[in-house]
């Protein structure tokens, strides 16, 4: 059983840092695509970044420069490292994972609609 857990999130001030954690237990894919993805209040699930097993990761636009995405293969750990945090970047940020099989992110990551498993998210809240 494949269970995604995320950590790390907390509140932070504009032009703070703070690095998110997400551990992939039951998940032995040697070949995948992973992301996190984040939903704000009204607002709809937006992709912000996905790493595949090579280590190609894609980006959204609004966090290019900003975030950066990684996967610790030893200890099956995804990371998003966020620095230069605005205001606009609260939300509750999710992790997620494919059914297996895929050997990049597909340019449609984004939509999230290749992820099969997805963690209960976490919190981030970034004041002005």
């Known amino acids: 059983q494949v269970e995604l857990v995320e950590s790390g999130g907390g509140s932070a001030q504009s032009g703070g840092s703070l690095r998110l954690s997400c551990a992939a237990s039951?998940?032995?894919?040697?070949?995948?695509?992973m992301g996190w993805f984040r939903q704000a209040p009204g607002k709809a699930r937006e992709g912000v970044a996905s790493?595949?097993?090579?280590?190609?990761?894609k980006y959204a636009e609004s966090v290019k420069g900003r975030f950066t995405i990684s996967h610790h293969k030893r200890n099956k750990t995804l990371i998003l490292e966020m620095n230069s945090l605005k205001p606009e970047d609260t939300a509750m940020y999710y992790c997620?994972?494919?059914?297996?099989?895929?050997?990049?992110?597909?340019?449609?990551?984004?939509?999230?609609?290749?992820?099969?498993?997805w963690g209960q998210g976490t919190q981030v809240t970034v004041s002005s």
């Open positions: 997620a994972a494919d059914p297996g099989g895929y050997d990049y992110c597909t340019d449609s990551w984004a939509q999230g609609s290749e992820f099969a498993y």
């Open positions: 039951g998940y032995t894919h040697r070949r995948f695509c």
């Open positions: 790493i595949d097993h090579d280590g190609a990761t």
